[in-house]
């Protein structure tokens, strides 16, 4: 199987399996492990952050981040495609009791300019309408294929929004991946969000995990809404030994899947009927229109799929994504058997 459905697949290496074999561990929810601590106070330190918390996954670290920023009735405000939006079935009005306002941005790209926030936030509304609690940002932005927002444009949004009084958070599921796009250092794409959640468990390898980072005051409030939510784990050493592994050799291979993705589109791109704009293509996620192909996605996600590769279909369009499970020579296969499936 060639799997790009996405890089949440990837298996963790030997390296990780006998490091999580040979792991420290001590009780998590009593603050025992000195593995998640290790791996907590690493993470707090790249992101040059006060403080970090191991989560189970990239949705909880994102909800929790709405939870302790946030007062219910209040809106949130995230990209039209953005993650927390679309793919956390709702738990932000579950679990926060927030409503969600959705920008497009104008030029496509995912990422939010202040010309674009500033006429949706609601500062200090008449006392019928719901304030503003947080603005959510997400880099690099899944849905909008793997774009990348850099740090000048970051900044320069979160000091608009902080003059506003408002926090921001990062979902930084991929943040790893812009930083290598973009040639820049981790800290300066997040230095300005209040919070930033990143993921393990992507293309960084680990089986599973994401942390939570931020100030003291919001990971001590974020700890509470961790276990509120059944999120305290015991021996969870085990996976922060994979997840060590992921933060330290993780990110240096990423561009290894940035290359294959930007060959896959080009491939792709040769295929008639197949509609893709090459030069997005910056990190991992290949998204392309098959309207012109005569065919639903369903159609080719399935037929693909009896040829052994697997990707996912919506509306008219198809996502693959690259990681480390994926080879070159996959890239090619994937390629050639799409030009079987459409001629
Ligand atoms: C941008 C983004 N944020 C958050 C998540 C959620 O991560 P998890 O699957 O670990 O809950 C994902 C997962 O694909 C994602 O792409």
């Known amino acids: 199987m060639i799997d790009l459905r996405s890089d949440t697949v990837t ?47 990239g949705c909880m670290g994102n909800e929790i981040a709405v939870k302790v920023h946030t007062k219910p009735g209040q809106e949130i405000v995230t990209e039209d495609r953005g993650h927390i939006l679309n793919y956390e079935v709702g738990a932000a009005a579950v679990i926060s009791g927030v409503t969600i306002r959705a920008v497009k ?8 300019n ?21 603005v959510c940002l997400e880099n690099t932005h899944n849905f909008a294929g793997g774009s990348v927002m850099s740090a000048a444009a970051c900044s320069e949004v979160c000091e608009k929004v902080r003059e506003a009084g408002l926090p921001i958070h990062m979902d930084g ?20 969000c209040d919070s930033v959640m990143v993921t393990l468990s992507k293309g960084l390898g680990a089986p599973a995990g994401s942390i939570l980072i931020g100030t003291k005051d919001f990971i001590e409030e974020a700890r509470i809404w961790r276990k509120r939510l059944g999120g305290g784990m015991r021996q969870v050493g085990i996976l922060a030994a994979a997840g060590l592994i992921a933060l330290e050799e993780g990110p240096k291979r990423l561009y290894e899947d940035h290359q294959n993705a930007r060959r896959l589109a080009d ?28 065919k639903t996605s369903n159609e080719i996600v399935e037929t693909l799929s009896s040829y ?33 499936v459409l001629t």
């Open 11 to 57: 298996k963790p290496s030997d390296r990780m399996r006998a490091a999580m074999a040979n792991a420290e561990v001590g009780d998590d929810v009593f603050g025992d492990d000195p593995t998640v601590n290790k791996l907590q106070d690493r993470a707090a330190q790249v992101f040059e952050k006060e403080d970090a918390l191991w989560v189970p996954t």
């Open 105 to 112: 941005s104008a030029d496509g790209s995912g990422h939010l």
């Open 114 to 134: 202040w010309d674009e926030l500033r006429p949706v936030l609601k500062i200090d509304p008449p006392y019928y309408q719901s304030s503003t609690g947080l």
């Open 173 to 192: 599921a991929r943040i790893f991946n812009a930083a290598v796009a973009l040639n820049e250092p981790v800290a300066d794409l997040t230095r300005h």
């Open 267 to 294: 491939g792709l791109a040769e295929i008639p009927g197949i509609s893709i704009d090459v030069k997005n293509v910056i990190t991992n996620i290949v998204i392309f229109d098959i309207s012109g192909t005569g």
């Open 308 to 340: 052994g590769i697997l990707c996912v279909g919506f509306g008219e369009q198809i996502r693959m994504v690259t990681h480390l499970d994926i080879s070159t020579f996959d890239i090619e296969t994937t390629v050639s058997e799409m030009r079987k």
